[in-house]
């Protein structure tokens, strides 16, 4: 079952969150805090939202993600920031059914396409994207500012 975070989810995602950074080998980069987590999923001005796959009752996954928008398509898109499936759940189709729910979301709120990243390394991630329909934009290339760089940047 995919259904849609409440506030009393926080502690479970927080503890996907950090499920996936272990996966992709980033967790000393993990530096969340769960207050203002609560304020970006759940305060009166959302900056993402959050999906998750149950199953039996437990969450075993989760979808985090947000709103871009297209100018040559003049239309919203979705950005999944993060998919994430606990170990011993994947292979059960929880992580397709959260795709499933995300593009049924898409479509129902006129994006024009939904997209996200993937590390170069993990194969898995990209063959299972790859029998989905997903196609890698090979010729885009990701810039990011942080920290010092993007204050500097702000001054």
């Known amino acids: 079952m995919i259904r849609s975070a409440t506030p009393a989810d926080l502690p479970t995602i927080v503890n996907l969150i950090r499920g996936l950074a272990e996966y992709e080998?980033?967790?000393?980069?993990?530096?969340?805090?769960?207050?203002?987590?609560?304020?970006?999923?759940?305060?009166?001005?959302?900056?993402?939202?959050?999906?998750?796959?149950?199953?039996?009752?437990?969450?075993?996954?989760?979808?985090?993600?947000?709103?871009?928008?297209?100018?040559?398509?003049?239309?919203?898109?979705?950005?999944?920031?993060?998919?994430?499936?606990?170990?011993?759940a994947r292979g059960r189709g929880h992580g397709k059914a959260l795709l499933v729910a995300l593009a049924k979301l898409a479509v129902a709120r006129d994006c024009a396409r939904v997209e996200w990243s993937v590390l170069n390394w993990n194969e898995p991630s990209i063959q299972f994207y790859k029998s989905l329909g997903a196609v890698p934009m090979h010729e885009w290339t990701v810039y990011r500012l942080t920290d010092a760089a993007l204050t500097k940047l702000a001054e």
């Open 25 to 88: 080998k980033l967790a000393h980069a993990v530096t969340l805090s769960e207050a203002d987590l609560h304020a970006h999923l759940f305060g009166p001005r959302p900056y993402a939202e959050v999906l998750l796959a149950e199953d039996a009752g437990a969450v075993v996954g989760f979808a985090l993600f947000f709103h871009n928008y297209s100018t040559f398509r003049g239309k919203p898109g979705i950005y999944l920031e993060d998919l994430f499936v606990v170990p011993e």
